[in-house]
């Protein structure tokens, strides 16, 4: 399978053989988690591998009892990660300046790419991955678990092992729906309604909001999945461990 197929084929898996990854394997994937682009070749990321059963036990209650976290036999976090650039600047009669929210986001955006290399690389091995959003809203306590300096930040968990389940394509919007050429072309309720028909049409889109009774899929997600408030106390928590890490002093 080449690479184009295999971004292609991209599932989401949250079932997991209890099944090893060989070591040459596992050092493949971070191996191409660090050949990604990077802002000034900084590589301001660090990713922390946790294959130990017991520290997998606690992650497993840090992530709300996702049971894939015990399932798969790697996980790997992703950190916006000043801490190591930041030294070297000193050691080098330089002087770092990157306490700031613009070089959190710039750190973010290396991890983030760096995540997305090891998932292709561990797709193109067979392997079976899932992001786990619940790294950021559960950063603080991350912090402690892994001990993070300052300047480090948690920004995406990746879960990584053989695939248990053979889930089918999910959906996705048309191309004009997230491309626009040249400038922004703002979309009308005609466009929208063409964007996201077929999305609305989908059987397991019924079932949701007969599930949840609900009157449209929007609905699912402004009501059950991401409501405001919610998105708004995770907002100050994180906030706060950016600021705790020392991202928010100018």
Known sequence: MNALETILGHRSIRKYKDKEIPKEVLDKVLEAAIRTSSTGNMQVYSIIVTKDSERKKELHKLHFGQDMVLEAPVLL?????????????EQRKAEPGYDNYLSFFTASIDALIAAQNAVIAAESFGLGVCYLGTTTYQAGKLVDFF????????????????????PNLVDRLPAEGVVHYEEYSDFSEIDIDRIYRDKESLEETKNLLEENNLETLAQIFTQNRYPKQMNIDFSRVFLEVIKKQGFMNQ
């Open 147 to 166: 001990n993070l300096p300052q300047g480090v930040v948690p920004v995406t968990t990746l879960v990584i092992g053989y695939p248990n389940e053979e």
């Open 77 to 89: 976090t992703f950190n916006a990660d000043f801490n190591r650039f930041n030294k070297w600047c």
